[in-house]
Every structure is written in structure tokens, then in C-alpha cells.
């Protein structure tokens, strides 16, 4: 994770049983709850892709709920990846 303390990307795959079942948006309520850009989309492998941008702090916490027991559906596992923000996005939405 980087350690510097401007805007961040974190991109991350969750997978599970979570489409279908209101994740995408879930994740996108939480995001915008958080002051966070970016966007959540259903991967062909069953898998919800979701892409933040904002504060180092923010998309922590963001992941925290992906892996958390609070989600719709069921979340068996998070992998996440972490780079340096683009800046090019605005809002919050599902794709």
C-alpha cells in the first residue's frame, strides 16, 4: 500500500456470491459515504470489480466493508490492488 499521503487508487475483486444481489450498489453508497470516485462493475467471472480513488484513509476503510459481514450477499474473498491516483474520475457509479 503506498505510504505517501495524497489521493490514492485502490482497485479491488471481490468475489462471491455478489451480483445479483444489490452489491454494486452497496459498494457505491458506501464509496460516496466516504468521499471517494471511482466505480463498481460486474466481472464475466462473477466477480464485482471496483475501482476508488481519494484519500489513503478512505479507501481503507472502503475495503474494510467489501471484507466485512455486512455486505448483501455473500463475500468469500478481497484481493486488492494499490497504485497511484489518475485523477481522471468523478462521482461514483455503477457499470
Known sequence: ?????GDIRMT?????????????WWTRSRALELGLVGW????EDGRVEVVAEGSEEACVKLLDLL???DTPGKVDGVV????ESRGSL???SER
Open 80 to 83: 486488492e490492488r494499490w497504485s
Open 12 to 24: 479491488a475483486w471481490v468475489r462471491g456470491r455478489v451480483q445479483g444481489v444489490g452489491f454494486r
Open 1 to 5: 500500500m503506498p505510504q505517501d499521503s
Open 40 to 43: 463498481a462493475r460486474n466481472t
Open 90 to 92: 468523478g462521482g461514483f
Open 67 to 69: 471484507r466485512g459481514c
